[in-house]
């Protein structure tokens, strides 16, 4: 126990580390050249949808499924040769029809940008290299080592802006740069083997492929359910970069790459909270505690929302002084409406709350699979019809719209089966709260320093819209939070006053 906290501890520092890394690069790196950042966002998006499939979705079976066959060395082995036949059997068979529809493929993903079609092959061993470094990621989550690939995702975000760096300096071309990338997991996947090979003496059955295992019928069951539901996850999520290259270029991806990139920063401390009620959700919906559900399901919405839109407001009213200090800042503020249909995608998601575990925990958990399948197709059809009507917006435009229809309606099914909802008073209020704000906000433009004008926007954005909040109470643990704060700042003043007099 004490080495999976230490190993939990150290892995969540690298991963925040890495965010801020990624973060500062994305906004001033990034931009310099946004053709090339539309392309890398292309070909990593493309290939992370492939994972599912060339990984025939085994990549969760190795994680569900490893406690029942490591009670002996013989049944790990087994388990083991029989994961690596999977995988084994979807690169062979990805390789084969990624080969044979080249042609094709080349066609319709690089149809409308000459400088994205020598690109497209390189999809294949992109995807390869993903779903073997997830594989041995997978592995060492097993065997309870979180550290070496969270450090190798890391290194990854140290390489890329360098990477960057010597390709706007016309040190490397295109060419050489998806070159590199391939290299450097072709080094982190062999130093993941070594490692694992010293710390557990693992070792790859390259001698066996094994096709019989016990469970068999139930493994493959779970990893069909898992290729469909990661497959459409990705396309709901990641679609939306490949259509908008397809569509329009790697240039006009690099921005929307960008703004997703952006928006998303709203929702991290949402979705801290969430997983932070995982297993919480998971005891009450075990115990058939009703009503505990219902609190924490209504509760965790109004502060789910109460940073999302906070964060997002300070985004949104200062974006116009961001885009000044960034690289090619008149390409980059023509993202400003895509931020905002991306903003509100994010307050929608977090306005509906844990309808996930709700629902997910609940004995109708495959509704779940048919919504999310719902949601990817309702992207990729809002993709194809907006995007050659209003460009990059319309990929934004689909972002939300498809959002805010899956978590409607999954609100609304978890409404249906369980008689819960995330919808009390203080939701209302909040939703009140927020328009006032933005109609205030929206208002001031300081013509100064972007800088100064940053800081001073997000200063007014943050006392105006959390000083309503504390006001109108509308989170109690919100209110209770600062109090106690508040009391903590008063009492060490007022006791260290006293000190000092004694003195």
């Known amino acids: 126990?004490?080495?999976?906290?230490?190993q939990s501890l150290l892995s969540s520092i690298i991963q925040i580390t890495g965010a801020v890394v990624g973060a500062l690069s994305t906004i001033f790196i990034y931009p310099n050249d946004l053709k090339l950042y539309g392309l890398y966002g292309f070909l990593t998006n493309t290939a992370s949808l492939m994972v599912p499939f060339i990984s025939l979705g085994f990549g969760t079976v190795l994680l569900r499924y490893y406690p029942h066959f490591k009670d002996t060395k013989?049944?790990?082995?087994?388990?083991?040769?029989?994961?690596?036949?999977?995988?084994?059997?979807?690169?062979?068979?990805?390789?084969g029809v990624f080969l044979l529809f080249f042609p094709w493929i080349q066609k319709i993903l690089g149809s409308n940008d000459a400088y994205v079609r020598p690109f497209v092959i390189f999809i294949l061993p992109i995807g390869i290299l993903y779903v073997i470094f997830d594989l041995f990621s997978t592995i060492f989550i097993n065997f309870q080592r979180l550290v070496w690939p969270a450090m190798l995702v890391f290194l990854m975000k140290l390489f890329l802006p360098f990477l960057f760096i010597l390709s706007f300096k016309n040190y490397l071309n295109g060419i050489q740069f998806a070159l590199l990338i391939c290299l450097y997991y072709v080094f982190a996947i062999g130093f993941l083997y070594v490692n694992l090979s010293k710390a557990v003496h693992f070792k790859i059955p390259f001698n066996r492929l094994e096709f019989q295992i016990p469970q068999k019928n139930s493994i493959i069951r779970f990893a069909l359910f898992s290729v469909l539901g990661g497959a459409s996850a990705i396309l709901a999520l990641r679609i939306d970069s490949i259509l908008v290259t397809s569509f329009i270029g790697a240039q006009a991806n690099g921005l929307f790459t960008l703004a997703v990139f952006i928006s998303n920063v709203a929702f991290i401390p949402a979705s801290a909270l969430t997983d932070g009620l995982n297993s919480l959700v998971a005891a009450c919906s075990k115990e058939k505690a009703q009503e505990?559900?219902?609190?924490v399901y209504s509760k965790s919405t109004v502060n789910m929302l109460i940073p999302t839109v906070w964060i997002g407001l300070c985004i949104y009213t200062g974006f116009i002084y961001l885009s000044k200090l960034m690289p090619n800042p008149e390409e980059v503020i023509k993202i400003e409406r895509l931020l905002a249909w991306l903003l509100l995608a994010r307050i929608i998601d977090a306005a509906t709350g844990i309808n996930h575990y709700v629902l997910a925990y609940s004995r109708h958990y495959m509704l779940e699979l048919y919504l999310l399948i719902l949601m990817a197709l309702l992207n990729i059809a809002f993709n194809i019809w907006l995007i050659p009507i209003f460009g990059i917006e319309g990929a934004a435009l689909a972002t939300f719209l498809s959002v805010a229809i899956y978590n409607i309606l999954k609100t609304v099914v978890v409404y249906w089966k369980t008689g819960m909802h995330p919808l009390t008073p203080s939701w209302y209020k909040l939703v009140l709260i927020i328009v006032i704000c933005f109609a205030i906000v929206s208002q001031f433009y300081f013509n100064i320093n972007p800088l100064l004008a940053l800081f001073i926007q997000s200063i007014l954005t943050s006392v105006l819209f959390l000083g309503l909040v504390f006001i109108c109470n509308v989170s109690s643990d919100l209110n209770q939070l600062i109090h106690q704060f508040y009391h903590k700042i008063m009492l060490r003043l007022f006791v260290g006053s006293e000190n000092d007099k004694g003195n």
Request: charged share 15%.
């Open 292 to 295: 505990a559900l219902q609190t």
């Open 74 to 95: 013989e049944n790990a082995s087994r388990f083991f040769a029989f994961i690596f036949s999977a995988y084994t059997l979807g690169i062979g068979i990805f390789i």
């Open 1 to 6: 126990m004490e080495l999976i906290r230490k």
